[in-house]
């Protein structure tokens, strides 16, 4: 298998993940097959579309392509269809959404490498491959987006990013290099939601009451 089948096929991998927590995310917020396929649509291809106009590649893939759009029709009207089967949903969404994480940020990272993106443009453009979907689906149900949460979704998938690009750096991004990042994105972001880690928020400290004004 050639290096550029493999990308290919760890995308689609992707798109079909990202398409399938989307989906799950617009049944359990009762939306028709429709508005579940659309939801799937904008989690799966979002941030790819988002990667491909930054680094001046158009159309983009997605459009492209018609292997993606098929792919997140197909997992979205699926899911839709097969959705009374599915245990705990918010957990389906979760694991699968941590999934796709961990395989966008490579196939993102990779991308803008190979598009001749410095290091560090292709770490943020990794980024936010990997949690550009999630955002648009989480505006879409009307969630205020992971990503702005105290979670750790985004620094898990900057520092995926990382990994691939020091990776690439020293030669060993191949398979098994590759497939390790994508894992050590989903686990830590599975950990980090099961040990309830968090980025730092601002303390927001309560007015004073019963202070006296100027001249009192």
């Known amino acids: 298998m050639t290096t550029s089948t493999a990308?290919?096929?760890a995308d689609l991998t992707g798109v079909a993940v990202f398409a399938a927590s989307g989906a799950s995310a617009a049944v359990a917020k009762r939306l028709d097959l429709f508005g579940v396929v659309?939801?799937?649509f904008v989690a799966?291809?979002?941030?790819?579309?988002l990667r491909d106009l930054v680094i001046d590649e158009v159309p983009p893939l997605a459009f492209a392509d018609w292997r993606?759009?098929?792919t997140v029709a197909l997992t979205a009207a699926a899911t839709f269809w097969l959705h009374p089967r599915l245990a705990r949903l918010r957990t389906t969404v979760l694991v699968l959404d941590a999934a796709g994480l961990g395989?966008?940020?490579?196939?993102?990272t990779l991308k803008a490498l190979d598009a001749g993106v410095p290091a560090v443009g292709a770490c943020l453009l990794g980024m936010l491959t990997a949690i550009g979907g999630?955002?648009?689906?989480d505006l879409l149900t009307g969630e205020i987006p992971v990503v702005l949460r105290r979670e750790i979704y985004a620094?898990?998938?900057?520092?995926?990013a990382v990994a691939v690009a020091l990776l690439d750096a020293f030669g060993r991004a191949d398979a098994a290099g590759l497939t390790a990042a994508a894992v050590f994105?989903?686990?830590l972001r599975l950990v980090s939601l099961r040990r309830r880690w968090s980025a730092p928020v601002a303390t927001l400290r309560p007015p004073r009451t019963g202070a006296r004004g100027p001249g009192s």
Not at 103 to 108: D, W
Not at 134 to 137: A, F, M, S, T, V
């Open 7 to 9: 990308l290919l096929l």
């Open 38 to 40: 659309f939801v799937g």
């Open 44 to 49: 799966a291809l979002g941030g790819g579309i």
């Open 68 to 70: 993606y759009a098929a």
């Open 103 to 108: 395989l966008f940020t490579v196939t993102g």
């Open 134 to 137: 999630g955002l648009g689906r």
């Open 155 to 160: 620094v898990a998938a900057l520092a995926g």
């Open 185 to 187: 994105v989903f686990a």
